[in-house]
């Protein structure tokens, strides 16, 4: 995976543009809404998303895997602290944080490989903390094209293997959290031979239940 990642991110640099992600601006006002201070990124890819956040006023930690995403972030978001290293492995620091905020990352795992990536996340919330994890749907358009690893898991490009979520599978895995908000959310990109194209991604708002 890791190879993977930085292979894209050397070919196509900032992958995804500057502009945050539409689910990134909703989960801020969610955030300031409960008066989160300090976010976890896991996944963060070269600082999009995170330095929208440190823009609204959060403090914000990243993870990110890759290390050619995380030398774009270093020019692209100065101010977030960012860990190299895989989600899988976290911790990276003994912070509590406040919120998780998690842009299409859940669904590039295996199931039990995801279900250990919440529990991580989980360990470090703090008490009643929020997380926020978008993850491709089962209405994107790659459904079942590629090899099949799992139920509903597809690797419609080489080297990364796609889980698509229902509603009722998404729930399903965050146990021992209070589910404050489902949706679908449409997520427009521009890049590489795709062009221009629209996501539907599935998201989940949650409060760690204690």
Not at 59 to 80: K, N, Q, W
Not at 183 to 203: I, K, Q, S, T
């Amino acid at each position: 995976m890791e190879q993977y990642w930085d292979s894209r991110f050397l070919a196509e640099g900032k992958v995804w543009g500057d502009a945050p992600s539409k689910t990134a601006v909703h989960a801020g006002g969610l955030f300031r809404e409960k008066r989160v201070r300090k976010v976890l990124v896991p996944g963060a890819g070269y600082g999009r998303n995170t330095a929208f956040l440190v823009a609204n006023g959060f403090a914000v930690d990243g993870i990110e895997l890759s290390g050619e995403a995380l030398r774009l972030a270093a020019v692209h978001d100065p101010v977030t602290r960012f860990f190299k290293g895989s989600v899988l492995d976290m911790p990276f620091s003994a912070e509590i944080y406040d919120a998780v905020y998690c842009f299409n990352v859940l669904h590039l795992f295996g199931e039990a490989d995801r279900r250990r990536f919440i529990g991580k996340c989980r360990d470090q919330m703090a008490t009643r903390g929020l997380a926020f994890f978008t993850v491709f749907s089962e209405k994107e358009p790659s459904l079942g094209k590629g090899r099949q690893s799992e139920p509903n898991t597809f690797e419609s490009k080489p080297g990364r293997p796609v889980h698509y979520f229902t509603h009722k599978d998404l729930t399903a895995h965050f146990k021992g959290f209070n589910v404050l908000e489902t949706g679908l959310m449409e997520d427009a990109e521009n890049h590489g031979a795709e062009g221009p194209h629209v996501h539907m991604v599935r998201y989940i708002f949650t409060e760690r239940a204690d």
